[in-house]
């Protein structure tokens, strides 16, 4: 059921790529060009203060690398999820036939999930003409870790999209959190130079934990222990948000 539901979101993609080449592949290399390359040059710090990195631009790419995972599924869970509920009403026609609501759910953020890696996978292809990797050992890892992301943002956004009546929370979620999230997550520069209560509530944040996960494996430098808190924080978000997600959807369709 879900593979039926999950062709259908690849053909819709397959006619509607062109409008995301520019969000999706071409502005993460800006950024990264940007802020990695040429502010980097300007950046002064030693290996310590980069948690490792022998440069900011080692430092500021896996962050970007994460930051975008965030970005591509949580624009994918939110006005695509209200369009099939409020204004083409599709899922309403697809839980008339035996499709199943929790179905419904799982070919959409299969196909977010497929969405983040090829976004990732472009970037990563793209980070190995900077010269980033210590070595290509951790270029798998780090992909997977993007992914899973990808599913700790997507699965709670798509809860919120299906309980929200109004296209009108949309814009304020990306520039009371997505923004915020982007700027103040280690993305950028260590948290532990934010001020004391502001380097918490980062440390409490999904994208720290994205951020750092994936920076261990492209660095080259993994803790096992912190590895595994960091997959366990982002799966168990992911898999709430999954829970939380078709029981709302069920409540919309049937109830």
């Not at 990264?32 to 990195?53: E, H, P, Q, W, Y």
């Not at 366990?232 to 109830?255: C, D, E, N, P, Q």
Request: glycine share 10%.
């Amino acid at each position: 059921m879900i593979w039926r539901q999950f062709d259908y979101w690849l053909t819709v993609y397959r006619r509607t790529w062109r409008g995301s080449v520019v969000s999706s592949f071409v502005a993460p290399v800006l950024y990264l060009t940007a802020m990695g390359v040429v502010l980097g040059d300007f950046v002064d710090a030693g290996g310590s203060r980069l948690g490792g990195a022998a440069s900011y631009l080692q430092f500021v790419a896996p962050g970007l690398l994460a930051a975008h995972g965030m970005q591509v599924a949580m624009a994918e869970m939110t006005w695509p999820v209200m369009g099939k509920l409020k204004w083409h009403k599709t899922y309403f026609a697809m839980v008339c036939t035996p499709l199943r609501p929790r179905d419904l759910f799982g070919a959409h953020l299969g196909f977010v999930l497929f969405r983040v890696g090829l976004t990732a996978a472009v970037f990563m292809l793209v980070l190995s003409g900077f010269g980033v990797y210590h070595s290509f050992s951790g270029v798998v890892p780090a992909f997977a870790a993007t992914v899973l992301v990808g599913a700790a943002f997507a699965t709670p956004c798509y809860a919120i999209a299906v309980k929200a009546r109004s296209e009108a929370i949309f814009p304020v979620i990306f520039r009371v959190v997505v923004m915020p999230l982007f700027l103040f997550s280690g993305a950028f520069f260590p948290v532990g130079n934010l001020p004391g209560p502001l380097t918490w509530i980062a440390l409490l944040t999904p994208l720290w934990h994205g951020v750092e996960l994936t920076r261990m494996f492209l660095l080259d430098a993994v803790a096992w222990p912190a590895a595994a808190g960091h997959v366990a924080y982002l799966a168990v978000l992911a898999a709430f948000g999954a829970w939380l997600s078709v029981r709302r959807l069920t409540r919309r369709l049937i109830a």
